[in-house]
């Protein structure tokens, strides 16, 4: 199977930064992932799929791009509301498989 | 709007069959653009697909669980079910139902508010 791997695990920053999540795929998906948004207690939400294309509804401050092996995904402005934990999923083939999860906190 | 709503026990004993079932309002489970899918979260970590399936009742499943997931469909009553066999401590979980495309872009774009099942005698 196909692993995902998203780093780093965690990470603080300042309300306003320039945040940047990777995740990468053991084997080449071309674009076919989604990045979620997971806040406490909440169900995911998908942000972003087909690698950068913006879901309806999210903000223009994430953004994702990335192909083949390697993925980001980036917050131009960090806001208060965006502390979650942000998951990768690859849906190139079976299984449906999500990264580890990048948890976001404020600092 | 489409709305997924899960239901079933929240305690099942070590070595019984898991069963939960998720209502599909807003939408037909017929549609023939989606698969429904089950995904669950154990606390405090990650994500993990299950399985999803088809209004014709076409299945596909994470081999990782090997043959203890079984997923149903009822287009009658525009629901899916799932069944997981043997449970034990590492089932405990929060189990969400969610929809995919059918072909192409298989993301989670509706995903229901999530079900927790604790395992425990």
């Known amino acids: 199977d196909i692993q995902m791997t998203q780093s780093p695990s965690s990470l603080s920053a300042s309300v306003g930064d320039r945040v940047i999540i990777t995740c990468r795929a053991s084997q080449g998906i071309s674009n076919d992932l989604a990045w979620y948004q997971q806040k406490p207690g909440k169900v995911p939400k998908v942000l972003i799929y087909a690698a950068s294309t913006l879901q309806s509804g999210v903000p223009s401050r994430f953004s994702g791009s990335g192909s083949g092996t390697h993925f980001t995904l980036t917050v131009s402005s960090l806001q208060p509301e965006d502390v979650a934990t942000y998951y990768c999923q690859r849906y190139n083939s079976d299984p449906l498989t999500f990264g580890g999860g990048t948890k976001v906190e404020i600092k | 709007q489409v709305h997924l709503q899960e239901s079933g026990p929240g305690l099942v004993k070590p070595s019984e069959t898991l069963s939960l079932t998720c209502i599909v309002s807003?939408?037909?489970?017929?549609?023939?653009?989606?698969?429904w899918g089950w995904i669950r979260q154990p606390p405090g970590k990650g994500l993990e697909w299950l399985g999803s399936i088809f209004y014709s009742g076409s299945t596909f499943y994470n081999a990782s669980l090997k043959s203890r997931v079984t997923i149903s469909v009822d287009t009658s009553k525009n629901q899916f079910s799932l069944r997981l066999s043997s449970v034990t401590a590492a089932d405990m979980a929060i189990y969400y139902c969610?929809?995919?495309?059918?072909?192409?872009?298989?993301?989670?774009?509706?995903w229901g508010q999530g079900t927790l099942v604790t395992v425990s005698s």
């Open positions: 807003g939408g037909s489970i017929s549609s023939g653009s989606y698969y």
């Open positions: 969610a929809r995919h495309e059918a072909w192409g872009l298989r993301y989670f774009d509706y």
